[in-house]
């Protein structure tokens, strides 16, 4: 019985990083069609509009949909990913989830220098741009900081590591 606790349990390890990229790829389409949603009853033509954008009225103080957009996806990605890579791991959450804020953090870095550094995509240094990149990081935080109320640096985690 042991056997199979550990196997199980190195499989859960296996998986863990896996299971957090694919649980925030799918968070993407609930947020979207949610977004989608709001957008679009919010933009039915009414008295109260104070912004208009080709007779339209734009909801959410004007703000595009596309800016809106990656706004949301920026600060829930990097949340799913943490809390869901967090959830698999077998143990050691509070250790796994700073690894897996650590591992997006580079991977976001690695990304956007892939991305200057290459003539594939124009990257323009917007507010946008800053903004986009900073809700990528205030989600980060916003999730290590619930790993660590949820579940804190224990005892058990301080005797092990050395």
């Known amino acids: 019985m042991r056997e199979r606790n550990s196997f199980v349990s190195g499989l859960r390890w296996l998986a863990a990083v896996p299971?957090?990229?694919?649980a925030a790829i799918l968070a993407m389409f609930p947020a979207h069609w949610l977004l989608m949603l709001l957008y679009y009853l919010k933009s039915l033509p009414s008295d109260d509009a104070f912004m208009t954008?080709?007779?339209?009225?734009?909801?959410?103080f004007g703000i595009p949909f596309e800016t809106m957009e990656r706004c949301v996806m920026a600060t829930l990605i990097p949340i799913v990913f943490i809390f869901v890579g967090t959830w698999?791991?077998?143990?050691?959450?509070?250790?796994?989830?700073?690894?897996?804020?650590v591992l997006w953090i580079l991977l976001m870095t690695v990304?956007?220098?892939?991305?200057?550094?290459?003539?594939r995509f124009v990257w323009e240094f917007t507010f946008t741009t800053f903004l986009v990149l900073g809700l990528n990081v205030a989600g980060v935080i916003y999730a290590l900081r619930t790993a660590f109320s949820e579940h804190g640096p224990s005892a058990s985690e301080a005797t092990s590591a050395g």
């Open 53 to 60: 954008k080709d007779g339209r009225p734009v909801p959410f």
């Open 88 to 101: 698999i791991a077998p143990a050691r959450k509070w250790t796994t989830a700073v690894v897996f804020g």
């Open 19 to 22: 299971g957090g990229l694919v």
């Open 111 to 119: 990304v956007i220098t892939w991305a200057v550094s290459t003539d």
